[in-house]
Nanobody
Framework: QVQLVESGGGLVQPGGSLRLSCAAS????????MSWYRQAPGKERELVAI????????NYADSVKGRFTISRDNAKNTMYLQMNGLKPEDTAVYYCKANCLRVFWGQGTQVTVSS
């Protein structure tokens, strides 16, 4: 059974940091590129960051470049998103996605940036 479980979301003040995790099971994690998406209320889901299967290459949305860092640990079947310098406009539900021969999504974790 394929599972992607996000964790680490919460309420943080502007300028603060959070680290999201995405724990994968039920498929060969190390063979899949992985990505983080987010969806704010009333907006479409958007790509935040993507990382190749080996972790050798990453790419980011312009809105998060220099503030967010995507990484993965294939030994732990886990992907991460380190978010620094958070802004109110980063408020959204954050989802992890596995890009294998099939596509898998997690259930999402809420991130709220507010004073």
């Amino acid at each position: 059974q394929v599972q992607l479980v996000e964790s680490g979301g919460g309420l943080v003040q502007p300028g603060g940091s959070l680290r999201l995790s995405c724990a994968a099971s039920g498929f060969t994690f190390s063979r899949c590129s992985m990505s983080w998406y987010r969806q704010a209320p009333g907006k479409e889901r958007e790509l935040v960051a993507i990382i190749t299967s080996t972790g050798g290459s990453t790419n980011y949305a312009d809105s998060v470049k220099g503030r967010f860092t995507i990484s993965r640990d294939n030994a732990k079947n886990t992907m991460y998103l380190q978010m620094n310098g958070l802004k109110p406009e980063d408020t959204a539900v954050y989802y992890c996605k596995a890009n294998c021969l099939r596509v898998f999504w997690g259930q999402g974790t809420q991130v709220t940036v507010s004073s």
